[in-house]
């Protein structure tokens, strides 16, 4: 998961860790193993989870977890050189070497395993195998049925193929390779095609494979379905997602409910700006509804949610400050 440049609260507290090794895992994409540099164990995170990772010049990018969370000493990315991306990527690559220190935040999951699936299936293109990699490590040690299906372009094009390919007691790894033609790869709505009971799918890659996975899981349990994206989708891949969402015109308030203040929303600027402007801070990362580092509780007023994070419980009760907007004229701030 690689996003756009954002800042941080000065509060905010981050690791400071030790490149350990680097490694060459496919074309273009390297895995950064990070570690406490006086050996001390890590803070826990589940599988799913990402981390922000700062670079010079203020870039700050996150990164799936993708080794076993049980595994306490290390964190673990795989990041991809993106030719085309917004720049994070290729610092990373260029910058960071064995021996540096990075600058890294506790690790946050938007993108979380649920207890009660009785089978997953993982479907992940590119270097969307990052969090499904973590995923499989966490069932494998849980005991639940698996089957992961990585799509790429070609053998080059595969990280950690050693370790995927490994026996697995619980699990299946499975590699499609289409050579830059979709329609040569995973037949993915043939696959999604019935829906066995208690099944959940996870999955993530680029934009176009998101659409393929929304479109074939379109019938499924909507509660069985989970993914993340690597950056927000345009118009066209929202719909695919099923969110199409108008966003709300027009100026509003905003409420603090510990003093009473007032701060006005103009139409073409976000809440974080807002409260900004009038002197209220707010941690930002992705600036794109994906990450929810800005995730506010709000008490009263209708929200216009436009992250791509949060589900509908989470929604009756928060917002992302980045891109959020309100229906009503007032939101009140828990702040």
Known sequence: ???????????????SLLVRQIRFEATGINSYELVDPTGRQLPAFTAGAHIDVHLPDGLIRQYSLCNA???????????????????????????????????????RNNFGLVAHARKVILLAGGIGVTPLKAMAHALEEAGVPFAMHYCARNDGCIAFRDMLQAPWQHGTAQFHLDQGNPA??????????????????????????????????????????????????????????GADKPRAAGSFLLKIASTGAMVEVAPAQSIVDALEAAGIRVATSCQSGLCGTCKIRYLEGEADHQD???????????????????????LLLDL
């Open 1 to 15: 998961m690689d996003t756009t440049q954002g800042q941080s609260g000065a509060g905010q507290d981050r690791l």
């Open 69 to 107: 969370p049980s595994e306490r000493h290390r964190y673990v990315i795989a990041v991809l050189r993106d030719e085309n991306g917004r720049g994070g990527s290729k610092a990373l690559h260029a910058g960071l070497r064995v021996q540096d220190m990075a600058s890294v935040s506790h690790p």
């Open 184 to 241: 040569e790869g995973l037949d993915i709505a043939a696959l999604l095609r019935d829906q066995e009971d208690g099944t959940h799918l996870f999955y993530c890659g680029p934009s176009g494979f998101m659409r393929a996975c929304a479109d074939a899981s379109a019938h499924w349990e909507p509660r069985t379905v989970h993914c993340e994206h690597f950056k927000a989708p345009d118009a066209s891949a929202a719909r695919a997602d």
């Open 308 to 330: 791509f994070i949060l589900d509908d419980d989470e929604h009756a009760h928060w917002l992302t400050a980045c891109v959020s907007r309100a229906s009503s004229p007032t």
